[in-house]
């Protein structure tokens, strides 16, 4: 089994900085394809950025040179460094991770609990 644990969101202005964290642990033998959602109130999940084991980056536009994912592959931890937020940032953010278990030929993807950012205007 695998838990994913999220942190680091908040209630910050706009304009302002958050990070966030999470960080897997559990039965892994690789943690491969890392990424990060976002989920606003009567909206639908929505990519937001993704790190892959090759070290392959890609960004929604709504959050190009703004935001920047990291992984730290000996702690199997993702980051989300978020700057210059906005309102339109306010959702509940996860993380998803894939990874490689002990005994197992496949990927299985799990998901984070979820961490709210909230920005204000």
């Known amino acids: 089994q695998v838990q994913l644990v999220e942190s680091g969101g908040g209630l910050v202005q706009a304009g302002g900085s958050l990070r966030l964290s999470c960080s897997a642990s559990?039965?892994?033998?690789?943690?491969?394809?890392m990424a990060w959602y976002r989920q606003g109130l009567g909206k639908q999940r929505e990519l937001v950025a993704t790190t892959t084991s090759g070290g392959s980056i890609n960004y929604a536009e709504f959050v190009k040179g703004r935001f920047t994912i990291s992984r730290d592959n000996a702690k199997n931890t993702v980051y989300l460094q978020m700057n210059s937020l906005t309102p339109e940032d306010t959702a509940v953010y996860y993380c998803?991770?894939?990874?490689?278990?002990?005994?197992?030929?496949?990927?299985?993807?799990?998901w984070g609990q979820g961490t709210q950012v909230t920005v204000s205007s």
């Open positions: 559990g039965s892994i033998r690789r943690v491969n394809d």
């Open positions: 998803n991770v894939r990874v490689r278990q002990y005994y197992s030929t496949d990927d299985r993807s799990y």
